[in-house]
């Protein structure tokens, strides 16, 4: 200890600045540890992970002996850092040095024991040579979402008829506390509506409702749920729920923000598995570890495709170690999120400050993820695999040609030598440093490909490789118009072929490497400063996974687990979610301390306990929730209830919702007709404002889909990360670059005129007024009523008839002094109406497509 510091500690002993008082530790230690995290014993905590607030470090400390000796400040090497007089040795080494107030507070922490909370008091103050690891706390935390999952039994209540099963059960028993009362059930119609619209994504047509209407059988209801729930378009809907905690979009992201032409594969997997109803704990396993399961087949590692998702930057002045280290802390943070609802993201830099959650926990979990490598795998749909293989020698030999005709094979070995060379020797040729560099962004695994042997090649990698030097040649051809011609020539020829040439689809998979790396924590975050050596595991204060503790196959069983209480809880909460409006627990994206404690605990344990003895089957609990008495709820507000449950967390009521940004589109398309229901398949390219696909750095060539794939659900709409399809975002769809568990819903003007004036909503509009002149009978009240009955799902009340009557009348009368707004409005003739009449449906359309009632699900 410095003399400095000596003397400032003799003076705070003499003036009685120490606390006599007992110092507790989660009341007056831990918050300095908190707010000064940088505090440690010496450097050494940068490459250990010390955390002072837990007894086991701090009695270890590192390689200058023990942080804490209990009962011995003076002699403690963090009463020393702390007080010492100057950089490198004070600590913490920025922000501000701590006060005297709390520096008098850890000696007396220590000289009194150093009690962590949760310890005995000492009788007497053991030294670092004699403390053993049973002395160490247990790591188990007594936060109630990490507590295993007990089955609660239902409670009793006094209007038990009023239930339906055993979720009404609770809700009733706090609503009864409360002295509340449920809500009577909607009608009957409103009820087809949000069941359709929260099964599989659209209203229900006509002669649904008419049907459901004239079915008097008890069990109507429970059937028309089956119905849904068979429906090929549940997987459409629920597809849209889980791909938002993918983060799943058509692009990489970023700067160059590259087109991935095959991300939809993953996709189609996510929809045909829900279908299925794949139990979730196997569509767990297959998405994060599909690859490693015995015989994996082609769709079991297309399912691996979930961590796929991270962004990926092309820029060539990156480092590719860089933008791999982003990629494995983006896949460590989605899993975390999606299946255990935590923040790990916290602890990259520094242990979580609120969870326990340290950094080495967090790298850890990193490690499972940085022994696998990106892979491009064939993954034919049906039907593509005849074509392809009847196609393919003509294509290969035709591609031959096309090379050796050009003279490619001599100019690419030259190519691959100086590209080689200086892979190997950088500095020596910096334009060919810039074309390794450009080539390692741009064509993923390049390096490896143009080390190995031409003969070692798959025909895929040689065929990459040589698309790749085709479309860059420099700076070979630098200075030689001649060559650049012919390989401009070539580019075009190359074109040609593939037009006419038959593929198979590709699909974005991960591989187990054969060489895994190491794993290490790294210092604040920073992937060029390795710390200790640490090898793949689960957070220490949740049960570790037994056997394969090492691959992502463990890790993806025990998230699936009884030993793991988070996934089953996190999971029915985010089903609840969807179809309540709020979680159980709020906050569905962070079940730690800092989340909201659920409104509902033992229902919250009771799902999640009914998940799991189900086989983990998510239809199952979807029609548990929606069969309940407290999901056909009325969503009226009453006035009692508005004041005293503004936000329905008792759920004495059910919850009006804004429809999604792709519900939006799709009820539009739907209400008018004009829907297209082909499940699957590629992303495709509705209209949206010109300039849009311009905003990027390089402008995205968006060619509008034609035909049937103009009117596709939302769900298939091409999604670029730096230029969203405008519609989506005005409607608060996610952004895509990280996981989103919850979206954020506003009410802007902008959606109003979405719904006016977008090239979609015009022609949901034009295609609502053919239904009415087509379907309806000609009377003016009956295709007023069919109207309002074919976009809300109701009949019109008396009041809003007249309205719409009246408006339809001053439509007419406005478009017969201008016929040419009459004309653009309905540039077609129809039979049995004219084309004022025509347009005349078309502006009243256009009013009930704006109606909130339009966009909200009751």
Not at 190 to 212: N, Q
Not at 622 to 637: D, F, K, P
Request: hydrophobic fraction near 40%; include cysteine.
């Amino acid at each position: 200890m410095s003399v400095w510091a000596r003397g400032w500690l003799g003076f705070l002993l003499s003036a009685g600045l120490g606390h006599a008082q007992e110092v507790d530790f989660r009341r007056d230690i831990e918050p300095i540890f908190n707010n000064h995290c940088h505090i440690c014993h010496g450097p050494q905590q940068q490459t250990s992970g010390l955390r002072l607030d837990r007894r086991e470090d701090g009695l270890r400390g590192g390689y200058s002996g023990p942080a804490i000796l209990p009962g011995n400040s003076a002699e403690s090497l963090l009463f020393q850092r702390v007080t010492a007089d100057k950089p490198p040795l004070r600590m913490p080494p920025v922000g501000e040095a701590l006060s005297a107030d709390q520096i008098a507070k850890l000696r007396t922490w220590i000289d009194q024991g150093a009690n962590w909370e949760g310890e005995a008091r000492p009788e007497s103050h053991p030294t670092a040579a004699t403390t053993t690891a049973a002395t160490a706390p247990s790591t188990q935390s007594q936060h109630w979402a990490f507590q295993p999952i007990e089955r609660p039994a239902p409670p009793s209540v006094s209007a038990r008829a009023w239930t339906r099963n055993e979720i009404d059960l609770f809700v009733l028993a706090r609503l009864e506390s409360e002295a509340m009362a449920p809500s009577p059930e909607a009608a009957r119609l409103t009820l087809l509506r949000r069941l359709s619209l929260d099964l599989i994504g659209v209203p229900p047509d006509p002669a649904e409702s008419a049907e459901f209407l004239a079915d008097n059988r008890p069990d109507a209801y429970e059937r028309q749920v089956d119905r849904l729930l068979g429906s090929p378009h549940f997987g459409e809907k629920w597809g849209r729920w889980w791909l938002d905690l993918a983060h799943y979009a058509d692009s990489d992201g970023y700067e160059k923000d590259q087109v991935r032409p095959f991300a939809w594969r993953y996709r189609q997997w996510v929809i045909e598995a829900l279908n299925r109803d794949m139990a979730f704990d196997q569509f767990t396993v297959e998405q994060l570890a599909g690859d490693l399961l015995p015989g994996a087949t082609v769709e079991q590692r297309v399912a691996t495709g979930f961590l796929r998702q991270t962004l990926t930057n092309r820029e060539a002045g990156v480092s590719r170690e860089e933008i791999r280290f982003e990629q494995l802390v983006d896949r460590t943070n989605t899993a975390s999120t999606t299946w255990l609802g935590l923040t790990a993201g916290c602890a990259q830099c520094h242990d979580h400050k609120y969870d326990p959650i340290t950094q080495k926990d967090y790298y850890r979990l990193l490690t499972y993820f940085d022994r696998a490598e990106e892979e491009n795998i064939e993954a034919p749909l049906p039907g593509e695999m005849g074509p392809y293989l009847r196609a393919r020698p003509d294509f290969e030999r035709s591609w031959r040609e096309l090379l050796e005709t050009h003279g490619i094979p001599p100019l690419q070995a030259e190519w691959e030598a100086e590209m080689l060379s200086a892979l190997r020797n950088p500095g020596r040729k910096t334009d060919w440093d810039f074309a390794v560099s450009m080539m390692q962004a741009l064509l993923d695994h390049g390096a490896r490909m143009l080390e190995m042997e031409p003969a070692r090649r798959t025909r895929r990698e040689q065929e990459l490789l040589s698309r790749y030097f085709t479309a860059r040649p420099a700076p070979l051809i630098v200075a030689n118009q001649e060559l650049a011609a012919k390989f401009k020539e070539l580019r075009a020829r190359i074109a040609e072929l593939d037009a006419k040439s038959a593929d198979v689809t590709l699909a974005m998979t991960m591989r187990e490497l054969t060489n895994p790396p190491k794993g290490y924590l790294r210092v604040r975050g920073d992937y060029r400063r390795k710390g200790i050596e640490l090898d793949a595991g689960t957070p220490e204060f949740l049960p570790l996974p037994v056997g394969e503790a090492n691959s992502r196959l463990a890790l993806a069983r025990w998230l699936v687990s009884r030993d793991n209480p988070l996934t089953a809880r996190v999971t029915v909460n985010r089903v609840w979610q969807e179809l309540f409006g709020i979680g159980i627990v709020r906050t569905s994206e962070d079940f730690g301390t800092q989340g909201e404690r659920p409104s509902h605990p033992e229902l919250l344990d009771w799902l999640a306990s009914e998940f799991r003895d189900r086989d983990w089957s998510l239809k199952q609990i979807i029609r548990t929730m929606v069969t309940s008495a407290t999901y056909r709820q009325s969503s009226r507000l009453r006035a009692e209830d508005g004041v005293r449950d503004p936000e329905n967390r008792l759920l004495a009521r059910q919850s009006r919702l804004r429809l999604k940004a792709e519900l939006v589109r799709d009820s539009a398309l739907a209400t008018s007709g004009l829907l297209s229901t082909t499940i699957g398949g590629k992303s495709i390219r509705p209209p949206q404002p010109p300039g849009v696909a311009e905003l990027g750095y390089e402008a995205v060539k968006w060619i509008e889909s034609s035909g049937e794939d103009r009117y596709r659900r939302g769900l298939y709409v091409h999604f670029q990360r730096q230029s969203p399809y405008p519609q989506m975002m005005n409607f608060d769809a996610p952004d895509s670059l990280v996981v989103c568990s919850r979206r954020r819903t506003s009410n802007t003007p902008l959606q109003a005129l979405n719904l006016l004036n977008d090239p979609v909503f015009f022609e949901a509009a034009q295609g609502l007024a053919v239904r009415i002149l087509q379907e309806a009978p000609p009377s003016l009240d009956a295709r007023v009523e069919f109207g309002f009955r074919a976009v809300l799902g109701r009949p019109p009340t008396p009041s809003e008839k007249k309205r719409l009557t009246q408006h339809y009348a001053t439509q007419q009368a406005i478009l017969e002094q201008r016929p040419e707004d009459a004309a653009d409005l309905f540039p077609l003739s129809w039979e049995g109406a004219g084309a004022l009449e025509a347009a005349t449906w078309v502006g009243l359309g256009r009013v009930l497509l704006n109606l909130d009632e339009f966009v909200t699900r009751e």
